[in-house]
């Protein structure tokens, strides 16, 4: 639908990110800019280079840099993304956890709250704002947070059971 493309080359630009191939994942994304949005498709493509370029900044301990790239997106979505298919690409929930994790990371509790509260990663974001209302010494909003945490992952893959017993 005149995207496939584009998630492709920023599927290879986040597994580079992954193994710490940080040249490919920059090469990745310069390709994304290249490739420029279809039409009809908004920003597209410059989102999600810069999704890409925030990734490798991440793996690299830059978060202030991977917050700026992440938040410089125009993040211009189409009205009726269904038509081009890939509507995640739109939504960018693991890029929207990403700004989470570096505001939390760069002191910005609050600012990082908002963002898990807007993810659909539902297990992760409850244990996250938990952590972080914790630390702000917010007890009874951090309980209800592990509280729903639990609540969600009390049948879990056995691979995250620490983590609930936890």
């Known amino acids: 639908n005149g995207i496939h493309a584009h998630l492709r080359t920023y599927l290879l630009g986040r597994i580079s990110a992954s193994l710490a191939n940080y040249d490919d994942g920059r090469r990745f ?16 493509a410059h989102d999600l280079a810069q999704s890409v370029r925030a990734h490798v900044l991440n793996r690299e301990g830059r978060f202030e840099e991977a917050l700026y790239a992440l938040e410089s997106a125009p993040r211009e979505v189409p009205f009726d ?13 693991q890029e ?7 505001l939390a990371r ?6 990082a709250l908002w963002w898990y509260q807007s993810l659909p990663l539902d297990g992760p974001s ?39 017993e936890q």
């Open 29 to 44: 994304a310069d390709e994304l800019d290249r490739l420029g949005s279809p039409k009809g498709a908004g920003s597209v």
């Open 81 to 93: 993304k269904t038509q081009l298919g890939g509507s995640w690409a739109f939504l960018q929930p």
């Open 96 to 102: 929207r956890f990403l700004r989470a994790e570096l």
């Open 106 to 111: 760069l002191g910005r509790h609050e600012d």
């Open 126 to 164: 409850h244990l996250r704002q938990a952590e972080i209302l914790e630390r702000l010494g917010r007890r009874q909003q951090a309980i209800e947070q592990y509280k729903r945490f639990l609540e969600l992952w009390r049948d879990c893959d056995e691979e995250f059971r620490p983590l609930a």
